[in-house]
């Protein structure tokens, strides 16, 4: 059974820090690309970054390029995605993916808000 499940998520005042996290099951996660999409509400999903399985290319939207990082541990099965100087704009729910060739698996999301 394929699991995705991500955690971290909350309320943080503007220029602060989350680390969210996602635990993986049920596939080969060391071959999978992982990557953060979000949605805020009345907008479309959108990602937010990408770490390819091989050498850790990382890959960032431009409105998060310098402020958030995405990692991984493949030997626990984990993805990361670590956010710094959160903005108003950053509001959303935080998604994990994982792409496996032809399979293509989400999370459930974890929600974070940044507000005063």
């Known amino acids: 059974q394929v699991q995705l499940v991500e955690s971290g998520g909350g309320l943080v005042q503007p220029g602060g820090s989350l680390r969210l996290s996602c635990a993986a099951s049920?596939?080969?996660?060391?071959?999978?690309?992982m990557s953060w999409y979000r949605q805020a509400p009345v907008k479309e999903r959108e990602l937010v970054a990408t770490?390819?399985?091989?050498?850790?290319?990382?890959k960032y939207a431009g409105s998060v390029k310098g402020r958030f990082t995405i990692s991984r541990d493949n030997g626990k099965n984990m993805a990361y995605l670590q956010m710094n100087s959160l903005k108003a704009e950053d509001t959303a729910v935080y998604y994990c993916?994982?792409?496996?060739?032809?399979?293509?698996?989400w999370g459930q999301g974890t929600r974070v808000t940044v507000s005063s």
């Open positions: 770490i390819f399985s091989a050498g850790g290319i990382t």
């Open positions: 049920g596939f080969t996660f060391g071959s999978s690309v």
């Open positions: 993916n994982a792409r496996n060739g032809r399979s293509d698996f």
